[in-house]
């Protein structure tokens, strides 16, 4: 996206160094990266950066209005609803593609949102070995508003472990030494310090949460949310049956609450009007269909990782949902072959990290990861056998 830093990058990558690259990342936590992690990152100018910023504050604009929670009254799946929301999400993530406008000018377009964390702690590790690989220019960094390795990592800790002891506050998964991010859960105790600890790991006495550590019974003061429910609802009946326990009142923080994960998402999108949000309507509230429907996707409001998403949409696709509430139909985008790589261009998101302190009137933009494509779609499936794909960092020019 910056053809000078671009051309350097290219001429001066090397396979070898690739795999040292490789080697480094793995070594923190050997066989925990099970993703494919790319040849390069991504470089984005200051013009282009503050496009993106400015779409994502005006999403901000509209989550801290007084009246947001009265729009998205509706957002959270009864049987889902956790007790004691928070007044606000603690993290907020922000993804957009990189895409090319019927002018053929560069532009973000928001694809999704959540009110959930993502690799927020991993990020720190592979900035730090991207760096050290590659000679990333100094006037790059994959931080934002000026916050660097120390402050951010300081300002994660802060909201994660709030006014407890570390060993009271757990970063909660299910299965979590199975799941494909799972680097991440490793980097947050490494960097914050909290435990990791399994859905069936955790002991119920009365409202109070406990996890045993050494022979020791410990108490579970706050939790770090990392348990996706639609997820939940794919486990084994006795993983289902205790995750039951969360949808009970317990002497627990909350970070972020549950209930975000539904009222900052998909659903949220149609309440949102930007040049760079793409045109999106709840499927139930449309009269009349397009009649280009094969430049429009269709997705499911309750799902993940972009399951249930229809590319290719027809009238027949439409009529065989029963639920049309809990779906959207949004203008297709046209993501911008925009990385120059040895063979074919690869596509470009990115995703951009929003945190929200107690005490703060609005969250802040801190970081960044990024996903590279040859595919139809971002994702693994997509990118299969392919290189300069998968997980990446964009460094934005300051």
Known sequence: MVPSVRKW???????????????????????????????????????????????????????????FNALVKNAVPQDVVVPDETPFSHFIAFDFGICENENGELEPQLIEMQGFPTLFAYQIWHDEVTRKHFNIPENYSAYLNGFTKETYQQLLKEIIIGNHAAENVILLEILPHQQKTRIDFYCTTDYVGIPVICLT???????????????????????YNRIIFDDLQQQSKEIQ????????????????????????????????????????????????????????????????????VVIDVTEDDIKRITDPHNWILQKKVKYADVITTPDIPAKAEVRIFYFWKDGEARPVATNNLARLSKGKMIGVRYNKDKEWVGGSLVYFEK
């Open 9 to 67: 990058f290219n001429e001066n990558f090397t396979e070898e160094k690739y795999k040292a690259y490789l080697n480094e990342l793995n070594s923190k936590h050997p066989g925990a990266i099970e993703f494919r992690v790319a040849e390069t990152p991504v470089f984005v100018d200051k013009a282009f950066t503050d496009k993106i910023i400015d779409c994502c504050e005006s999403i901000v604009d509209v989550i801290t209005q007084p009246n």
């Open 241 to 308: 049956d205790k995750g039951k326990i969360l949808l009970e009142e317990l002497n627990v923080e909350w970070v972020p609450h549950p209930n975000w994960f539904y009222k900052i998402s998909k659903y949220t999108i149609p309440f949102i009007k930007h040049k760079y949000i793409p045109e999106t309507t709840f499927l139930d509230e449309i009269k009349t269909l397009p009649a280009d429907l094969e430049n429009y996707v269709l997705k499911p409001l309750f799902s993940f990782a972009g399951q249930g």
């Open 201 to 223: 790991e955790l002991i119920k006495d009365g409202k109070d949460l406990f996890y045993e550590k050494d022979g020791r019974k410990i108490k579970v003061e706050r939790i």
